[in-house]
């Protein structure tokens, strides 16, 4: 199960969906999405896969940047 912890109005607050994350927050504690299982028939991740494993990757990092924007 996904689980993304973040502090919002000074709570910890934790969410098993990305779509319920607040545009507001403190702080990123924790983000760790639900990964694919390899689904490729050499048992490797497939073409689609490697597109949402980097989507993660982009959506952390623009969570860091709003987290980062806040504090300055």
């Not at 990305?18 to 490797?44: A, C, K, Q, S, T």
């Amino acid at each position: 199960m996904a689980e993304f912890q973040f502090v919002v109005n000074g709570e910890l607050v934790l969410y098993d969906k990305y779509e319920d994350i607040p545009e507001d927050f403190e702080h990123v504690i924790r983000f760790i999405p639900d990964l694919p299982e390899p689904e490729g028939e050499d048992g490797e991740h497939t073409e689609e896969q490697h597109e949402e494993l980097a989507l993660w990757n982009v959506r952390l990092q623009e969570l860091m940047e709003k987290e980062r924007a806040r504090s300055n």
